[in-house]
């Protein structure tokens, strides 16, 4: 019997011969199920292609194990009509993505420490999941690698899902030029809050590049390699699944917006200081405390909605400390004082203390389109969960270079970033910033030309 085998490689070794293939001649790249055939004349990178039908079938809609709606591998939060709010909301863009890489082949253990590999089995999108468990006590770092041929990431932002058994573990991905010490890096447990770790769920790492750290001499435009790494401090073995590597264009250009969360009231006389540069913002307010000592009046919210000010929904208690039922009474709560009031911004929400996990997600997708959290990224435009949107806490500890230098990220990268204050005032406690510093960072904003827009008017459009 004859057997025919097509010309083929990876995706890496296309990549770097780049050949021209002869009219007719089928190429095949074996890890991303891609198949060319060639004209005789235009190299292979240009050549148009078709997909086998397990790659293919990743760019349909479809419905996973959990009932999450997936398009593209990618799994969309979509509002069930479960709740008071109803219908089905899609508040900001998801532009259509780029595989950065395929993780569920192809990754070679670079270290040789702990265990390390690839599962078709444990996913939370596309064909499969890097996994490695790693050894305890610092006595060794786990590390898979995969060449991807010379890639121009250097107007994207990139999203990834990583889940871990046990968050004492310490994580990074890292984007490299070079196989030596040339390569952008961000650790996994820094892009997020500390109350969004949660052991044994996926979580959703969405960060730009402004949220990398650099090593040596890399080059967003000569990315050829790209690593999952892992260890742990303490005398643990955690598992960690590196998931689905994607990336999303830059918007057009570069925004910011200004939220005030808990409804202080220095947030009134912040206000009034806005009005002077023209500028409006978010206020996410606890209704129980209105009118309380060092808080905003009634009339007060009032006269922010009527100056174009948007007033969203808050809380006292992280909700990732209550119960289903208790958290669910407390965003109740807050939507039925927001609904009654008919604010604007009255569809958007802030978890308290930025906690959110699967169960709070859920709860709050049933009466807001959109959840704001506390950590210390910014937002591409290309891609955005609504429900997990970073915003950076500002305190009195952060000196204004470091404010003001997010304002140049967002300026250079073309991000969103959402900065969120709590009191503007003299009060010695570190939620606070000055009038003065407050006054010298609008100003700062003012001349550097960036967009400043409240969350979800213009800012997404």
Known sequence: MTTIKLRRGTAAQWASANPVLALGEPGYVTDTGLLKVGDGETAFATLPGFLDEDALRGTFASLNEAGELVVGGDVIDVARPTGRRGGITVAAPKRSSGLVTDTSSGFTDWYGEGTVGHTLTEKKAGRGSVVMTVKPNDTGQSMMLKELGRRDLSRQTFKLWVKCTDWTATAQVRLHTTHSNDFFYVSVKDAFASTEWVNNEWMELSVPRSSFRVQGAPAWDNIN?????????????????????????????????????????????????????????????????????????????????????????????????????????????????????????????????????????????????????????????????????????????????????????????????????????????????????????????????????????????
């Open 225 to 461: 390699m790209v690593s999952f790494l892992g260890w742990s401090r303490v005398d643990t073995t955690p598992t960690i699944w590196f998931n689905h590597l994607t990336a999303h264009p830059d918007g057009a250009a570069g925004k910011v917006s200004i939220t005030f969360d808990d409804g202080y009231a220095s947030n009134y006389s912040a206000a009034t200081i806005m009005d002077e540069f023209g500028y409006v913002g978010n206020t996410f307010i606890i209704p129980e405390l209105l009118g309380t000592s060092g808080y905003m009046t009634q009339a007060q919210v009032d006269d922010l909605h009527d100056r174009g000010w948007l007033i969203g929904g808050h809380g006292a208690t992280n909700l990732t400390t209550l119960s289903a039922a208790e958290a669910e009474n407390a965003v109740s709560r807050s939507y039925e004082y927001l609904a009654s009031h008919g604010y604007r911004g009255a569809e958007h929400f802030a978890y308290p203390n930025g906690g959110n996990n699967d169960q709070v997600r859920r709860i709050v997708r049933r009466y807001f389109s959109s959840a704001r959290t506390i950590n210390p990224n910014g937002n591409g435009q290309g891609y955005l969960n609504e429900y997990r949107i970073n915003a950076v806490s500002v305190y009195d500890t952060q000196d204004d270079r470091e404010v003001t230098s997010l304002v140049d990220a967002a300026v250079a990268n073309h991000e969103w970033f959402v900065l969120c204050f709590h009191k503007i005032n003299d009060d010695a406690d570190h939620t606070a910033w000055t009038e003065a510093r407050f006054r010298t960072l609008l100003t700062y904003l003012e001349d550097s030309g960036v967009s400043v827009a409240p969350m979800f008017t213009e800012v997404v459009a």
